[in-house]
């Protein structure tokens, strides 16, 4: 519509929309830094990519401020869901060694669902793998991991990131 009424626009479109995008380092040379006192930590480059039935220009920028928030906030989701996890692995150590015998006994699908749910926020499936097998009189057994090199691959290629869209 906008393109049939001649109006100029700029927006923004998802990561997840252009992974190729997506997947440029931070740190690789074809971001050209802002040099402006306000704009420091901020660098960008464009392309241009057939989308919604026309040549458009997209700016990809990234921002050391936004990036040192979305790394805070994945830590922060780390830890929660860590600390879940925990709490699931012990408990289930205690039904295998009969410290709790009430409640329903924990099937892996149902422990299965349990982690689903604590690592439903971003990254989070990537970031810590989750390992359950059955264990002793049944009783599903927990591990997990956090993957570093994941952890490494999303700070580099995901955090810190825009795409903006224009036909400027």
């Not at 464009?46 to 790394?71: C, D, H, P």
């Not at 099937?107 to 499936?125: A, P, V």
Request: some cysteine; hydrophobic content about 40%.
């Amino acid at each position: 519509m906008l393109d049939s009424l001649g109006v100029n626009f700029v927006g923004s479109v998802k990561l997840a929309e252009h992974k190729d995008l997506a997947k440029v380092s931070n740190n690789d040379p074809v971001f050209v830094p802002f040099h402006a006192a306000k704009l420091e930590g901020t660098k960008a480059f464009r392309v241009t990519k057939a989308l919604y039935g026309r040549e458009r220009i997209l700016v990809v920028s990234y921002n050391q401020n936004l990036f040192n928030a979305q790394w805070l906030t994945l830590q922060n989701d780390i830890t929660k869901a860590t600390e879940k996890l925990s709490l699931l692995q012990q408990k289930l150590k205690d039904r295998a060694n009969g410290v709790i015998k009430r409640g329903r006994v924990p099937t892996i699908e149902s422990i299965k669902k349990q982690c689903q749910n604590t690592l439903n926020r971003q990254y989070m499936k990537r970031v810590i793998k989750v390992t359950i097998v059955k264990g002793s009189s049944d009783i599903p057994r927990l591990e997990y991991a956090i993957d570093a090199a994941a952890t490494h691959e999303i700070a580099d290629t995901r955090l810190g990131k825009n795409i903006i869209i224009t036909s400027r």
